[in-house]
């Protein structure tokens, strides 16, 4: 069972919101992304980071925020949220040599 | 174009039967392929990881083939249980950089009947 955790599971909210999703990881993994999923389609990369104080955009253009101020913790940030937004957010993290993805269990965000 | 096409998109079978789901992809160069299973509303939990000289791999009744030559994957699944009912995604990696970019397929969703 892997050991990360992303807040909240599910969030509904009203268009202009700031919201931040939440994602830790006990296993001490340098690596850590932010998936973008839509019903039915790939997963899209949209952030990463190699360690503390390192991050980079993903493939998939995303207006959110992300920071890595301790290992353990990778939070996304979406300033104002809208309705384009709405889709499920997952966390992962891996161990710097082994490759192998470990995943939360999502966070589904709804912009009203 | 690097990319991983799954196939069938959708799959519906009886409880106790077999089953096979394939992947295709164009990923170059080529550093290892992932079989996922994603249940509903879940994040993905790995299955299998091969490189490219592996053919075969087991995880319990699931086994998963690599032809690294014709660039195809299958996902073989026994005796299916009503549990294995979920999307199957096949990942691959390629060896381009030190973050070894993956390349997600749209899955395959399994559905086993009791």
């Known amino acids: 069972e892997a050991d990360i955790y992303q807040t909240p599971r599910y969030l509904v909210i009203g268009t202009g919101k700031k919201i931040t999703l939440e994602c830790s990881q006990t296993?001490?993994?340098?690596?850590m992304y932010w998936y973008q999923q839509d019903p039915g389609m790939e997963l899209h990369l949209i952030h990463y980071?190699?360690?503390?104080?390192?991050?980079e955009k993903g493939d998939l253009s995303s207006e959110s925020t992300v920071s890595r101020i301790r290992t353990e913790h990778f939070p996304l940030t979406l300033e104002s949220a809208r309705p384009s937004h709405t889709s499920q957010y997952l966390c992962?993290?891996?161990?710097?040599?082994?490759?192998?993805?470990?995943f939360g269990e999502g966070s589904r965000l709804t912009v009203l | 174009k690097n990319q991983v096409e799954q196939s069938p998109q959708s799959l519906i079978i009886l409880e106790g039967k077999n089953c096979t789901l394939q992947?295709?992809?164009?990923?170059?160069?080529?550093?290892?392929l992932r079989w996922y299973k994603q249940d509903t509303g879940r994040g993905p939990v790995s299955l299998t990881i091969?490189?490219?000289?592996?053919n075969t791999k087991s995880n319990g009744r699931y086994t998963a083939t690599l032809d690294a030559d014709t660039k195809q994957s299958s996902l073989h699944i026994t005796a299916s249980q009503l549990s294995d009912s979920a999307s199957y995604i096949c990942?691959?990696?390629?060896?381009?950089?030190?973050?070894?970019?993956?390349?997600f397929g749209r899955g395959t969703q399994l559905t086993v009947w009791p």
């Open positions: 992962a993290s891996s161990d710097h040599g082994a490759g192998e993805l470990f």
């Open positions: 296993m001490g993994h340098d690596k």
């Open positions: 980071s190699y360690g503390v104080n390192s991050t």
């Open positions: 992947c295709n992809y164009t990923v170059s160069p080529f550093s290892n």
């Open positions: 091969m490189t490219f000289s592996e």
């Open positions: 990942v691959v990696s390629d060896r381009g950089s030190t973050l070894g970019r993956l390349y």
